[in-house]
C-alpha cells in the first residue's frame, strides 16, 4: 500500500485487502474480454492517435512526456491536441483550457500542458467524442492516461514505469500498486522506464532486461533540474545555494521532487496528496514560519496558487527537463527515439 512504509505493515494490508484485489482482478479480466470479443465497441481515430499511461497507481511521470511530446511534434510541423479526463476538475463538461479557465475547472495537469505548450488542450471524460470534435481541427492527438481506456484504439501505446516503485509486489490494488496486470504490458509500443537515477546501474540495467520480456522497444527517462522560476523570474539551481529552503507540493510521488534537492539547504519539507487544492494556502503555508529564504513546490501545485499568495510568500517552482536514452545509452529527443512509430515521413 502506498501509505505504508514499513515491509510487515506493507504485507499484513496486502494480505488482509486480497479479497478485494481478486474481485478488482476479475473485474477487468472480464473488461478486456468484452472488448477483445466486440462485446463493447472500441473507437479508432482518424488522426493519429498517441496514448501515454501506465500500470501502477502514482506518478510515474506521464505529465512530462506529454509536455514534451507536444512540443516536439509541434516543432515538427504537426498541430497536436491533448485530451484528458481532467482529474480533479470541478467541472463534468467539456473544457477547452486556454489561460484564463480556471485550475479548478480543468485540473492542475491540463493548466500546466496548456501552460508549457500552448497546444489545444481538451479535459472531457467521453475522449471519443472529445477526439471526433477535433478533427479536422488538429492533425494528432495526444491521450494522456489512456492505456486503460480501451474505448479508443491507439496508433501509439506509451506506458509509464517509475524505476523506483516498478511493479511493486506485483499485486493488483488495494494489495499492491499494480492498476493493470504486469501481461497488459505486451500491449505497449514503447515502455518508458522513468525517473531514472543512474541509467548505468545494474539496478536499472535488471529492469530493463525484464521489462524486454514484453516489448522491443524500451527507453530510459532522467529527471534534470533546468530552473527556478516564479514566471516573473528565473535562476539556474545554483541560485539557491546558501538559501534556507522550504519545499512542498501535492504530487503522487513527492519524494522525487524532494530528493532534487538534497544537495541544498533544505530546512522543511510539506507533502499533500495528489492534486492538492489549497483551499486555505495561507494557513498550510504560514506552517513554514519566518525560517525560510524561499518557498518552491512543482509547476503542478504552482499553478493553483494566486499571484497574490505567490508573493506575498516568495514562491518559485522547479522546471525539469526530461532526458530520454535508448537501450545501448544513446541520449535524443523523445521524437528521435520514437520516430520509427510515428508518421513524421508526411511531413518531409
Known amino acids: 500500500m502506498l501509505f505504508l512504509n514499513k515491509p510487515i505493515f506493507s504485507a499484513i494490508a496486502a494480505i488482509v485487502f486480497l479479497p478485494l484485489t481478486l474481485i478488482y482482478g476479475i473485474a477487468i479480466s472480464l473488461r478486456y474480454l468484452m472488448y477483445k470479443y466486440d462485446l463493447i465497441k472500441s473507437f479508432r481515430p482518424d488522426i493519429?492517435?498517441?496514448?501515454?499511461?501506465?500500470?501502477?497507481?502514482?506518478?510515474?511521470?506521464?505529465?512530462?512526456?506529454v509536455i514534451d511530446l507536444a512540443g516536439e511534434l509541434s516543432n515538427a510541423g504537426f498541430s497536436p491536441a491533448v485530451v484528458t479526463r481532467g482529474y480533479g476538475r470541478k467541472s463534468t463538461s467539456r473544457i477547452k483550457?486556454?489561460?484564463?479557465?480556471?485550475?479548478?475547472?480543468?485540473?492542475?495537469?491540463?493548466?500546466?500542458?496548456?501552460?508549457?505548450?500552448?497546444?489545444?488542450?481538451?479535459?472531457?471524460?467521453?475522449?471519443?467524442?472529445?477526439?471526433?470534435?477535433?478533427?479536422?481541427?488538429?492533425?494528432?492527438?495526444?491521450?494522456?492516461?489512456?492505456?486503460?481506456?480501451?474505448?479508443?484504439?491507439?496508433n501509439l501505446n506509451i506506458v509509464m514505469i517509475d524505476e523506483r516503485r516498478f511493479w511493486g509486489n506485483k499485486l493488483l490494488v488495494p494489495s499492491g500498486i499494480l492498476r493493470?496486470?504486469?501481461?497488459?504490458?505486451?500491449?505497449?509500443?514503447?515502455?518508458?522506464?522513468s525517473k531514472v537515477r543512474d541509467v548505468r546501474s545494474s539496478e536499472t540495467i535488471a529492469k530493463i532486461s525484464k521489462l524486454k520480456k514484453y516489448c522491443n522497444t524500451i527507453l530510459i527517462s532522467s529527471v534534470r533540474s533546468s530552473k527556478i522560476t516564479n514566471y516573473n523570474e528565473e535562476y539556474c539551481p545554483e541560485w539557491l545555494n546558501g538559501k534556507k529552503i522550504g519545499l512542498f507540493c501535492g504530487i503522487g510521488s513527492p519524494d522525487d521532487f524532494f530528493e532534487l534537492f538534497e544537495d541544498f539547504n533544505i530546512v522543511k519539507k510539506l507533502s499533500f496528496p495528489d492534486h492538492y487544492e489549497y483551499n486555505d494556502p495561507d494557513l498550510i503555508l504560514k506552517a513554514f514560519g519566518d525560517v525560510c529564504d524561499i518557498l518552491i513546490t512543482t509547476c503542478k501545485d504552482f499553478v493553483k496558487l494566486s499571484p497574490k499568495i505567490i508573493l506575498k510568500h516568495s514562491i518559485y517552482c522547479l522546471e525539469t527537463n526530461n532526458t530520454y536514452y535508448n537501450v545501448s545509452f544513446e541520449e535524443k529527443t523523445l521524437c528521435e527515439h520514437l520516430k520509427p512509430f510515428l508518421p513524421l515521413k508526411e511531413r518531409t
Do not use: M, W, Y
Open 97 to 154: 483550457v486556454t489561460g484564463e479557465t480556471p485550475v479548478k475547472i480543468s485540473g492542475d495537469e491540463p493548466a500546466e500542458i496548456f501552460k508549457k505548450t500552448g497546444c489545444t488542450v481538451l479535459c472531457d471524460k467521453d475522449r471519443t467524442s472529445a477526439i471526433r470534435s477535433i478533427t479536422g481541427q488538429n492533425d494528432l492527438v495526444i491521450l494522456d492516461d489512456a492505456f486503460q481506456h480501451l474505448k479508443v484504439i491507439a
Open 48 to 65: 493519429f492517435s498517441i496514448s501515454v499511461g501506465n500500470i501502477t497507481v502514482g506518478g510515474t511521470g506521464k505529465t512530462p512526456v
Open 180 to 193: 493493470d496486470r504486469v501481461s497488459r504490458l505486451a500491449s505497449a509500443d514503447v515502455i518508458i522506464l
